[in-house]
T-cell receptor
Framework: DAKTTQPNSMESNEEEPVHLPCNHSTISGTDYIHWYRQLPSQGPEYVIHGLTSNVNNRMASLAIAEDRKSSTLILHRATLRDAAVYYCILRDVGAGGTSYGKLTFGQGTILTVHP | NAGVTQTPKFQVLKTGQSMTLQCAQDMNHEYMSWYRQDPGMGLRLIHYSVGAGITDQGEVPNGYNVSRSTTEDFPLRLLSAAPSQTSVYFC?????????????FGPGTRLTVT
């Protein structure tokens, strides 16, 4: 899988928007951009994914740069429950063998939300 | 839907003991997988299954066995536990292994081998 780069940590205040960046300069045309988060002592949780166009769902928005070399996860109004490690992951349609369905979790961004 | 469930939540084993970690999903997902998470190392894929009766190895399969007799269940067996298998184990499921599909994770089993 292509590599992603995220800041180690970010901080936000409750009820403010949060923009979590991810750089993926070596992304291929068939890589989907996925975001997952992991709250303390819980399993990873799917947040959102996209290929080329910006995406919105009930949890967040995903803004994808026109050249696809970067993306931003947007939490519109952070809550204390959004404090977690956020992972930006690229998944290739062609991955097979021992990589079938594999999600490659890097270090992620630790998001701290202040009351 | 209960989603992905895992039992037990916690387990302590002695070296050499065997046990089975249970995973079940009620979403009729074809793809299921097992990961382990060690401090500072991220999640690593152990085994996966693309449907009932079909399993294959991931990155770190040694010491683990799996089977998939039904769509719902995907148990992970530790054959002879070793301290190196102390970890948190997560089961995940997805409609398919396609890269355009989201995956759903269980709450995890925290295993300690002494």
């Amino acid at each position: 899988d292509a590599k992603t780069t995220q800041p180690n940590s970010m901080e936000s205040n409750e009820e403010e928007p949060v923009h979590l960046p991810c750089n993926h300069s070596t992304i291929s045309g068939t890589d989907y951009i996925h975001w997952y988060r992991q709250l303390p002592s819980q399993g990873p949780e799917y947040v959102i994914h996209g290929l080329t166009s910006n995406v919105n769902n009930r949890m967040a928005s995903l803004a994808i740069a026109e050249d696809r070399k970067s993306s931003t996860l947007i939490l519109h109004r952070a809550t204390l429950r959004d404090a977690a490690v956020y992972y930006c992951i690229l998944r290739d349609v062609g991955a097979g063998g021992t990589s079938y369905g594999k999600l490659t979790f890097g270090q992620g961004t630790i998001l701290t939300v202040h009351p | 839907n209960a989603g992905v469930t895992q039992t037990p939540k916690f387990q302590v084993l002695k070296t050499g003991q065997s046990m089975t970690l249970q995973c079940a999903q009620d979403m009729n997902h074809e793809y299921m997988s097992w990961y382990r998470q060690d401090p500072g190392m991220g999640l690593r894929l152990i085994h996966y299954s693309v449907g009932a009766g079909i399993t294959d190895q991931g990155e770190v399969p040694n010491g683990y066995n799996v089977s998939r007799s039904t769509t719902e269940d995907f148990p992970l067996r530790l054959l002879s536990a070793a301290p190196s298998q102390t970890s948190v184990y997560f089961c995940a499921s997805s409609y398919s292994f396609s890269s355009g599909r989201e995956q759903y994770f269980g709450p995890g089993t925290r295993l300690t081998v002494t």
